[in-house]
């Protein structure tokens, strides 16, 4: 089991920088996937970014790549997302989500069983 706690989101304008947190509880965060989404108000939920159990390896939306970046604390259980160059368009609630299936797709919201409450970016331009 995985709990998982966001925190972070503000309102920042246009071209400045937020880093969301999420904190997860739970003896198996070092072997879970983990992934940011994000949903809009009247948007489907869309994929941010996902790291492997190891930080190995990340994946990438193409809408943000080389503008945010995701990291991640096994010993203190954290997943960050470091978000730069923010636009209006990246206004949304972020949520924080964990996997542990073997060979998970990291883009598809279906693969995680583990979400976190959200936390809310406001872009201004």
């Known amino acids: 089991q995985v709990q998982l706690v966001e925190s972070g989101g503000a309102m920042v304008q246009a071209g400045g920088s937020l880093r969301l947190s999420c904190a997860a509880s739970?003896?198996?965060?070092?072997?879970?996937?983990m992934g940011w989404f994000r949903q809009a108000p009247g948007k489907e939920r869309e994929f941010v970014a996902a790291?492997?159990?190891?930080?190995?390896?990340?994946f990438y939306g193409d809408s943000v790549k080389g503008r945010f970046t995701i990291s991640r604390d096994n010993a203190q259980k954290q997943v960050y997302l470091q978000m730069n160059s923010l636009k209006p368009e990246d206004t949304a609630v972020y949520y924080c989500?964990?996997?542990?299936?073997?060979?998970?797709?990291?883009?598809?919201?279906?693969?995680?069983?583990?979400w976190g409450q959200g936390t809310r970016v406001t872009v201004s331009s």
């Open positions: 989500a964990a996997t542990l299936r073997v060979r998970a797709r990291p883009r598809v919201s279906d693969e995680y069983d583990y």
């Open positions: 739970g003896r198996m965060f070092s072997s879970a996937a």
């Open positions: 790291i492997d159990w190891s930080a190995a390896t990340t």
